[in-house]
């Protein structure tokens, strides 16, 4: 049995989803301890304990330590059983915690099986801390096809912070194996984006025209789409994406008391950020795409605009289970390369 140390590197979740995904593809049992204990509220949370059931239910796995605020979990799945399932991050416990990150954690372990599985997933969609829907989408989704995960999903209902309650629909095809890739090279920039907002009248308006605005200042043409969100609660979300060969995403939440002007100008700074670096992958897409690259056949690379304690932290996990050289280069939040040998 393999032991992994949840309080390594940057100490967060991430190391339990990576460990809960690659513990069900190698059939291969997980003692976590610390989990989560770098956070200000340790443990297991709402989300996290919904990765640990929804992964128990789709590998018949035996589970300890499965409740809310556990810091250890044992967890040895059966086998991968793929099918129709739906999951609820407040079925618990009320809460908003993401359903992306749930869908990513389920995405590499129900590609590998013989059949669809067809996913509802309830919680929140555009949350802080976690890639939105629309990063999903636009982005992780076309690049994660390329190596040969290949989903489609569909967004039934926005979930903003601190109601949720939003809801997307997943289908993950079965895959015969994953390939290798090289992405060294900025892409062309196509530059694409929302603006959308929930109960708030005239703030999509207002941070569409701030957007095309930031655009207009350094010359570019952005096309920006005006969304009403159908969320039950209150919430703006501006984003924007990159449609080229290789695909990158920015973006930035609405919160009280922060002007339509800022949400905007946040999104458009992470996007300035990552052109002005030449690279090729964002700063969130290095450490999503890290897992499919490892366990792909052949040696794989890939440029980012920046090396996040996520990368590192998700690199380290993925040494624990695969005896493979993985080598990144460059310094912690600075541009960087990554090497799968």
Same mark, same amino acid.
């Given at each position: 049995?393999?032991?992994?140390?949840?309080?390594?590197?940057?100490?967060?979740?991430?190391?339990?989803?990576?460990?809960?995904?690659?513990?069900?593809?190698?059939?291969?049992?997980?003692?976590?301890?610390?989990?989560?204990?770098?956070?200000?509220?340790?443990?297991?949370?709402?989300?996290?304990?919904?990765?640990? &059931?929804?992964?128990?239910?789709?590998?018949?796995?035996?589970? @300890?330590? $499965?409740?809310? %605020? =556990?810091? !250890? *979990?044992? #967890?040895?799945?059966?086998?991968? &059983?793929?099918?129709?399932?739906?999951?609820?991050?407040?079925? @618990?416990? $009320?809460?908003? %915690? =993401?359903? !992306? *990150?749930? #869908?990513?954690?389920?995405?590499?372990?129900?590609?590998?099986?013989?059949?669809?599985?067809?996913?509802?997933?309830?919680?929140?969609?555009?949350?802080?801390?976690?890639?939105?829907?629309?990063?999903?989408?636009?982005?992780?989704?076309?690049?994660?096809?390329?190596?040969?995960?290949?989903?489609?999903?569909?967004?039934?209902?926005?979930?903003?912070?601190?109601?949720?309650?939003?809801?997307?629909?997943?289908?993950?095809?079965?895959?015969?194996?994953?390939?290798?890739?090289?992405?060294?090279?900025?892409?062309?920039?196509?530059?694409?984006?929302?603006?959308?907002?929930?109960?708030?009248?005239?703030?999509?308006?207002?941070?569409?025209?701030?957007?095309?605005?930031?655009?207009?200042?350094?010359?570019?043409?952005?096309?920006?789409?005006?969304?009403?969100?159908?969320?039950?609660?209150?919430?703006?979300?501006?984003?924007?994406?990159?449609?080229?060969?290789?695909?990158?995403?920015?973006?930035?939440?609405?919160?009280?008391?922060?002007?339509?002007?800022?949400?905007?100008?946040?999104?458009?700074?992470?996007?300035?950020?990552?052109?002005?670096?030449?690279?090729?992958?964002?700063?969130?897409?290095?450490?999503?795409?890290?897992?499919?690259?490892?366990?792909?056949?052949?040696?794989?690379?890939?440029?980012?605009?920046?090396?996040?304690?996520?990368?590192?932290?998700?690199?380290?996990?993925?040494?624990?289970?695969?005896?493979?050289?993985?080598?990144?280069?460059?310094?912690?939040?600075?541009?960087?390369?990554?090497?799968?040998?």
């Amino acid at each position: 049995m393999l032991t992994i140390d949840g309080a390594y590197g940057e100490g967060g979740g991430q190391i339990l989803r990576t460990t809960l995904s690659l513990s069900a593809i190698f059939k291969r049992p997980v003692n976590i301890i610390n989990i989560r204990a770098n956070r200000p509220k340790p443990g297991l949370r709402p989300q996290h304990l919904t990765c640990v &059931y929804a992964m128990k239910t789709i590998t018949r796995a035996d589970v @300890r330590g $499965a409740e809310i %605020g =556990s810091q !250890s *979990l044992f #967890f040895s799945p059966r086998g991968i &059983y793929p099918g129709r399932y739906t999951f609820d991050v407040a079925e @618990r416990q $009320a809460s908003a %915690g =993401s359903i !992306s *990150l749930i #869908f990513q954690t389920l995405l590499p372990v129900l590609c590998i099986a013989d059949k669809p599985s067809y996913l509802t997933l309830k919680g929140g969609t555009h949350v802080p801390f976690s890639p939105s829907f629309h990063y999903i989408e636009k982005v992780f989704l076309p690049m994660v096809k390329g190596i040969g995960a290949v989903a489609d999903i569909s967004l039934k209902r926005w979930g903003f912070y601190p109601i949720g309650k939003g809801e997307i629909e997943a289908i993950i095809y079965p895959r015969d194996k994953f390939v290798s890739k090289r992405w060294e090279k900025a892409p062309s920039i196509k530059i694409k984006g929302i603006s959308a907002s929930s109960n708030l009248p005239h703030v999509k308006e207002r941070q569409r025209k701030r957007l095309e605005e930031d655009f207009k200042k350094m010359g570019i043409f952005a096309e920006i789409e005006e969304v009403e969100a159908n969320a039950l609660g209150k919430g703006s979300f501006a984003f924007l994406f990159i449609d080229s060969e290789i695909k990158a995403g920015f973006s930035a939440l609405g919160a009280r008391g922060k002007p339509s002007e800022a949400v905007a100008d946040e999104a458009f700074s992470e996007f300035m950020a990552y052109c002005k670096e030449k690279m090729a992958l964002d700063r969130y897409l290095a450490d999503q795409i890290l897992l499919y690259l490892a366990l792909a056949e052949g040696s794989s690379s890939f440029t980012t605009c920046r090396v996040s304690s996520h990368l590192l932290t998700n690199l380290w996990v993925i040494r624990q289970f695969l005896d493979r050289e993985i080598i990144c280069e460059g310094e912690i939040n600075k541009p960087g390369k990554v090497n799968i040998i």
